[in-house]
């Protein structure tokens, strides 16, 4: 299954990923993984499989998030996520 889901507002954090031409999250879709883990940080979740979580994910081709990393894309979702997390504490 290929992803359609709109990837509009996150654009400019998927520029910055590491190319994963041929890797192991070949053709995953990276955005995917990066709003993934950003919900994952925003509820401050601690126990998850990555390699699970991405195998889950749809396929893309699309924008910027086409051959980018899904691993560092679920990272930086994650990242943004906890520090989210934090910012919206009291
Ligand atoms: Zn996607």
Do not use: W
């Not at 998850?48 to 081709?61: A, C, D, K, P, R």
């Not at 910027?64 to 996520?81: E, I």
Request: proline share 3%.
């Amino acid at each position: 299954m290929a992803c359609n889901k709109d990837h509009t507002k996150i654009q400019d954090y998927m520029k910055d990923l590491p190319i994963d031409q041929g890797g192991v999250g070949r053709h995953k879709c990276a955005a995917c993984a990066f709003e993934r883990g950003y919900e994952l940080g925003r509820q401050m979740i601690e126990n998850f499989n990555i390699g699970e979580t991405i195998s889950n994910l749809e396929e893309s081709q699309a924008q910027n998030q086409r051959h980018k990393s899904p691993h560092a894309a679920f990272a930086m979702g994650y990242f943004l996520g906890v520090r989210d997390y934090y910012a919206a504490k009291p």
